[in-house]
């Protein structure tokens, strides 16, 4: 059957299938996924709430925040902080509106890959889809390793508001501290993920309730007590002080970083597609509500940390400058590691999030064969319900990866920047065939947009234009130490010549792609 007569001849409405007369297929959502080639293995517990919660702990604001706040400090200061903020999320609303679209129509957890192979002209779905699957795994695992190494960062500079009598932090922070604390957090996120499982949807509306109450504890408690005064809203609002070294525009665009990192995992809730009641309608309202929401609790975090915002010149060199300013703002070390807790424990849950995710990504590349021993990662545990080798094998590469931190201190830099770039590309491949094929596929869909999807379509493909070079950019400039530099682009390179090449090697003799 030709590529349009297939998209024409099924239209997905909700958690059914319908024909072209209209007359129901299917009325369940393993039904429609049945129809759509695969056999249901996975439980299907998470309700419309319940999925918009995961996906906010997959960004865990203002967890994803605080870890790379460094970025806009140095880029732009408060204006980079607050308005590129704003900016980013408007932007991801168009991405997470576009993402949507399209899963309401291919519901799976192949997420972006699959929907690359259903929408890709026959001559190029297999090479296209197996990119954007490679890149879409890619992402998936980077940035999991980036929000436990990133959380790891955060512990040691929490840890360090208590000092000794020489002024310096408590914990030194070499290599192997750091590396055992990143493996504790990587063996704990996994264990609650595998173990935990049928409790996952709790944990993530606790951490709705939790994030909210921490960030109101955070916001009362530094603006009252404001031990070093307070900033007029006019500095908050639009003071722009550039600490790069680029010029002011540049600048700008690579304090993102810092916005780009935190909804960089919008699209990966697509991946639990097959764990939901009705994913053509709950997965793609979630992922537009999630935003939204995030962009609001992203406001309430930040704005009040500007306005207590101590001298930014003291700031640029540290890694973690979250830790310090609430210090500052409190007054004492207890206190500010007290307003530090909950930002740890959401860490932890954003970690197992990803986990989870992860997982499910990579379990679902492995069952169309894309993976090397796919027989393995595929399969799924009857006694957790969980893909259990494939978590294991994203675990072990993140623990090895994570070993890079021995040889040089910029790998977290290096990661948090291909994962958003690795995410970002996997997340713009189906949104651009579909825009080529005239978003034929998507009319009729669930969640269709209409002309608003031009609009949404072309705004996420340009974001993805500018992330692509912008991240693989350095901090700041000139680069005059080497472990300064953003290696970003060296990963990105490497894993994508290595997809490519395996692919010219055994994929386009053997790989067929999903079914169809």
């Not at 020489?166 to 055992?180: M, S, T, W």
């Not at 790998?411 to 080529?436: C, D, E, K, Q, R």
């Amino acid at each position: 059957m030709a590529l349009a007569e297939r998209k024409k001849s099924v239209s997905i409405s909700g958690d059914v299938i319908r024909t072209e007369s209209g007359d129901v297929v299917a009325g369940s959502a393993d039904e429609v996924l049945a129809s759509l080639g695969y056999t249901p293995e996975l439980s299907r517990n998470r309700s419309t709430l319940q999925v918009a919660f995961m996906s906010f702990v997959l960004a865990s604001i203002p967890y994803g925040l605080a870890t790379t706040l460094t970025y806009p400090i140095i880029g732009g200061g408060p204006v980079n902080i607050i308005w590129g903020w704003v900016a980013v999320s408007l932007i991801i609303i168009c991405v997470a509106a576009s993402l949507g679209e399209i899963t309401s129509v291919y519901p799976t957890a192949g997420g972006v890959y699959y929907q690359t192979f259903m929408l890709a002209p026959p001559r190029w779905r297999r090479i296209s889809a197996w990119i954007c699957g490679w890149l879409y795994v890619v992402g998936n695992v980077t940035i999991t390793l980036a929000v436990n190494f990133g959380s790891t960062l955060f512990l040691v500079g929490c840890v360090n508001v208590f000092e000794n009598d020489q002024g310096e932090g408590v914990l030194a922070g070499d290599p192997y501290q750091v590396f055992l604390i990143f493996l504790g957090i990587t063996l704990l996120c996994n264990a609650v993920s595998s173990l935990g499982n049928r409790w996952l949807p709790i944990l993530d509306t606790f951490a709705i309730f939790w994030t909210f109450a921490g960030v109101i504890a955070i916001i009362v408690c530094i603006l009252a007590i404001a031990k070093e005064g307070r900033r007029d809203a006019n500095w908050v609002f639009t003071h722009f002080e550039v600490n790069s070294g680029w010029t002011p525009g540049w600048s700008f665009m690579v304090g993102l970083l810092h916005a780009a990192y935190a909804t960089s995992s919008t699209g990966m809730i697509i991946s639990m597609c097959e764990e939901v009641r009705a994913p053509a309608t709950q997965v793609p309202k979630a992922m537009v509500l999630t935003v939204c929401l995030n962009t609001v609790a992203g406001l309430l975090f930040m704005i009040p940390l500007v306005f207590v915002l101590p001298e930014i010149s003291d700031l640029i060199l540290l890694a973690q400058p979250v830790p310090t300013i609430i210090k500052s703002a409190v007054g004492n070390a207890g206190g500010a590691f007290g307003l530090l807790i909950p930002l740890l424990v959401l860490a932890i849950i954003c970690g197992i999030g990803c986990t989870t995710a992860s997982s499910r990504c990579i379990y679902a590349f492995a069952r169309d064969g894309a993976i090397p021993g796919s027989d393995m990662w595929k399969k799924v545990d009857p006694k957790l319900d969980v893909p259990l080798n494939a978590m294991m094998l994203s675990m072990v590469v993140q623990i090895v990866l994570g070993a890079i931190y021995f040889g040089s201190s910029v790998a977290f830099s290096a990661f948090s920047g291909v994962g958003v770039i690795a995410l970002t590309a996997a997340y713009a491949t189906p949104i651009m065939v579909n825009m080529m094929d005239r978003r034929q596929a998507v009319r009729g869909a669930s969640f269709y947009l209409g002309p608003f999807g031009w609009f949404c379509n072309i705004v996420a493909l340009s974001w993805s234009l500018l992330v692509i070079p912008l991240f693989c950019m350095p901090t700041s400039v000139p680069v005059v130490d080497p472990t300064l530099m953003n290696y970003a682009s060296v990963v990105f390179v490497g894993f994508t010549m290595i997809s490519l090449i395996w692919y010219l090697v055994w994929g386009r003799k053997h790989y067929t792609g999903p079914p169809t």
